[in-house]
């Protein structure tokens, strides 16, 4: 449902936060802004309730400049609450054909509001709330028509934009999409269990009578997600040679500490950071980042947001029911998903094509583990430009990436 990153991104903010002084995103980001030409856009609290209460909502385009003569797509990134501070090179080659506008969702570090009760409040979060921040942006900036590009949550937000204002949309393009509808939700299941079953035949005897076991299959959705199969067995050949070694037994921070160095010296890695993209300025309470996951985000569609206090255990949000005209393309990694989870999804969109991809996670265009990944890198931003483009993609640029249309 979200990349390793993001997991970690929740452990390490709900660690610290509450020894934190609360920072305004505008305090925060006032140098940044100005390294990045970036700005604020003022949106409602509550799109649904009073529009008199409102809050800053940072945006910025990818090298700082707007240029008119440039289509204008607009990066959704996932979490939820991720940011537009921890972006992947491939959208500095898209930033040739494109004006990318990349935005942080509401409450998180430069979208922080000017309160932290603001901050903390669940009906400040929604998909909506943040479909229509979109919204204000593309007004504040008075361009006609924009391109979604929307990544894991991301591409929930996207959608749902579209929904709202088709009129405003050439196009949409998910990769990733975490739609958890109750069906898709039985599909990861079986998914995560097969892949444990698969991760097991390549763990030691002595590894299955440990409590090393329970770790590499807590972990193994991640780093297969992320690096494949071949990282996944990287996990169990450092564990295995740890107990040899008579370390003590591996935590899970530990252990995505290592998936991080993995990632080093590989052109598919996540890279980019500034300085204002902390694990404290992310999201400021463990409140708001359960609220995020279990509440206001995956589940309200119907049901704006949940109460304080509620577990947010019913799935509200249901792309069955969305009414998206214009065109979709979907991109799903093998390590990410099913052929089965991908093609009922295709089935609720009116136009656009679903693509799977071999070999790929989460990022599926951003993630690579192999000699390759230069290569897979350049082939991948000609395949995203033309689905952002609403161009078809040649059956020989498919087959260079191992992708399988549906």
Known sequence: ???????????????????????????????????????????????????????????????????????????????????????????????????????????????????????????????????????????????????????????????????????????????????????NQKEKDEFIKNLRVKTDSFITHELHTCDSLKLVHDLSYDFANSLGIEGLEKLVEKVQSDLLKDKSLMEVKEGYEFLSSLFEGNLGKFALRDETYTWETQGDTEFVMQNDFKCSFLFDQHKEYCKVGEVGDQNTFDIKKMKVSVPVDIFLGEFDGTEKELKRIDSYIKSGNTYYLKERGHGAFTEFYDNNSFEKAKLSSEVLTRSLLNKRIPVNLREKLWIKKL
């Open 1 to 183: 449902m979200y990349s390793f990153l993001s997991f970690l991104l929740f452990v390490f903010s709900t660690q610290n936060v509450k020894a934190q002084k609360y920072i305004s995103g505008k305090k925060l980001c006032q140098g940044v802004a100005v390294k990045q030409n970036g700005a604020w856009v003022t949106v409602p609290n509550n799109y649904k309730k009073s529009k008199l209460e409102t809050s800053p909502l940072y945006y910025r385009f990818l090298g700082g400049k707007y240029d008119v003569t440039k289509p204008t797509v607009v990066y959704v990134d996932g979490g939820p609450g991720a940011t537009s501070h921890n972006y992947h090179k491939l959208y500095d080659d898209l930033a040739k054909e494109f004006n990318i506008l990349f935005f942080d969702q509401r409450g998180f570090v430069c979208s922080r509001p000017d309160s932290k009760a603001i901050q903390d409040d669940p009906n400040f979060y929604s998909v909506e709330n943040s479909a229509r921040d979109i919204e204000e942006i593309r007004k504040e900036l008075g361009i006609e028509r924009i391109i979604i590009l929307g990544h894991s949550f991301g591409a929930t937000i996207g959608l749902k934009y579209a929904e709202l204002f088709p009129e405003k949309v050439k196009k949409v393009t998910l990769i990733g999409p975490a739609f958890i509808t109750p069906e």
